[in-house]
Each structure stands twice: as structure tokens, then as C-alpha cells.
């Protein structure tokens, strides 16, 4: 079965920090894009950072960049997001997805991913 699962939520302080993980399993493709999206109560899912796994290059959101890092470890397809000086404008639900087209460009566009992860919950304290 070709799936995304999310790990690493939960609560943290203003200024501190989380890592989420994103495990792919059943993937058979060699290239592929893994992004990072996060949902806020009554807003719109947002784009916020992506990895190619053949080229490793990353992208950020301007609201996360400087503070936020993707990282991958390809051979055992898990993904990344650091996240460090985080602040209660980061309370959200975060998931993950994987984008399977050949794409030269980044893309934070949610039309552009085709399987997503269940979501884990990111609650940043004042």
C-alpha cells in the first residue's frame, strides 16, 4: 500500500522547537516530491516547504523560511520538518505529500500532490 503516515506533533512553546516526520512506504517511484502543508482553524491549507527526493534541493513558504527546515534521509524515505523559533501562528495541522510528476520547478500548490498523509496536530503556546 502506497502511504504517507506523520509523526512528531504536538505541543510546544513559543520559541521552541518540534521535528515531524513523514514515513513513505509502498513508493516504488525514484523521483518524487515530498512537501510539507499545514491547516489552521479557518484557513486555507498552506504550502509550506518541499523536497525533491532525487535532487534534494529544498523550498520554503516566506512565512516559515529562516526557521523551518526540510530534510530527507532517501534510504529510508522519511522526510523532515524542523521547526525552530516557532510561534502560536504555527498552531495548525500539519501533513504531508508526495507529488510523483518529474517537476524541474518547486511547487507549494496542493492541486500538484496527489497522495497526502492523515495530519498531525502542532500547537505552539504564548
Known amino acids: 500500500e502506497v502511504q504517507l503516515v506523520e509523526s512528531g506533533g504536538g505541543l510546544a512553546q513559543a520559541g521552541g522547537s518540534l521535528r515531524l516526520s513523514c514515513a513513505a512506504s509502498g513508493f516504488t517511484f525514484d523521483e518524487y516530491h515530498i512537501g510539507w502543508f499545514r491547516q489552521a482553524p479557518g484557513k486555507e491549507r498552506e504550502g509550506i516547504s518541499q523536497?525533491?527526493?532525487?535532487?534534494?534541493?529544498?523550498y520554503y513558504a516566506d512565512s516559515v523560511k529562516g526557521r523551518f527546515t526540510i530534510s530527507s534521509d532517501t534510504a529510508k524515505k522519511t522526510f523532515y520538518l524542523h521547526m525552530n523559533s516557532q510561534t502560536p501562528d504555527d498552531t495548525a495541522v500539519y501533513s504531508c505529500?508526495?507529488?510523483?510528476?518529474?517537476?524541474?520547478?518547486?511547487?507549494?500548490?496542493?492541486?500538484?500532490?496527489?497522495?497526502w498523509g492523515q495530519g498531525t496536530q502542532v500547537t505552539v503556546s504564548p
Open positions: 523536497i525533491s527526493s532525487k535532487w534534494g534541493q529544498p
Open positions: 505529500a508526495a507529488d510523483f510528476t518529474s517537476r524541474r520547478s518547486a511547487s507549494l500548490s496542493v492541486n500538484d500532490y496527489a497522495l
